[in-house]
């Protein structure tokens, strides 16, 4: 049995040993969509919400602007919920550790949309082993969900216009699935 109660205080793997905070999640898990990010920044670790800096700013622009909905509508999390130390990307063992807890997360709610960023998220939570560069705005069926995946935001800052396009075209398909 996992309890999500026991997520803020989880010490299941060596990230817990340098986090400042758990970053469970922001929003409902009424809500109707899912985004999955892939681990917390330093923003995020000192103020234990999930994409609240800079990557944060740029994602919930583009979700209202595209989809028309505010961070507050949506549940907003990542693969794993502690800050790898200097943004490292998360090892395969802390992804393994940690997805029991997303498992049950996305278990537990009401959306019938995910949207997986960039390249952890998208082979995590939906599976796909090429890049995210060939995956991108592909919609699969996950039970009763419908998903997606696009570019992490923080690759639209360090990529500009071209990649943060790409994220649009991608967010428009997403928009489709929900009012169809
Ligand atoms: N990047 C992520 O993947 N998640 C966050 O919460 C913040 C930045
Ligand atoms: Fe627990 Fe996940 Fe944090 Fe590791 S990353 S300590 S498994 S909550």
Redesign the pocket.
């Known amino acids: 049995m996992i309890d999500l109660a026991e997520l803020p205080t989880c010490t299941k793997c060596a990230l817990s040993l340098t986090r400042q905070r758990v970053?469970v999640g922001s929003g409902s898990l009424e809500s109707m969509l899912t985004i999955v990010?892939?681990?917390?920044?330093k923003?995020?670790d000192e103020g234990g919400e999930?994409?609240?800096?800079r990557?944060?700013r740029l994602l919930f622009q583009l979700v209202l602007e595209e989809l028309d909905m505010t961070r507050e509508q949506c549940f907003?999390t990542?693969v794993v919920k502690c800050r790898p130390p200097a943004n490292r990307t998360p090892r395969p063992s802390e992804i393994a550790t940690c997805q029991p807890w997303l498992e049950e997360q996305l278990r537990v709610s009401r959306a019938r949309f995910l949207l997986a960023?960039?390249n952890t998220a998208a082979r995590a939570v939906l599976g796909f082993t090429e890049g995210i560069g060939a995956t991108h705005g592909r919609v699969v069926t996950l039970g009763t969900v419908q998903a997606l995946a696009t570019y992490?935001?923080?690759a639209a800052l360090r990529g500009g216009p071209s990649v943060v396009d790409v994220m649009r075209r991608d967010l428009a398909v997403l928009k489709k699935l929900l009012d169809p």
């Open positions: 970053v990010g892939e681990a917390p920044g923003t995020e999930a994409f609240i800096g990557s944060g907003v990542n960023l960039g992490h935001p923080a």
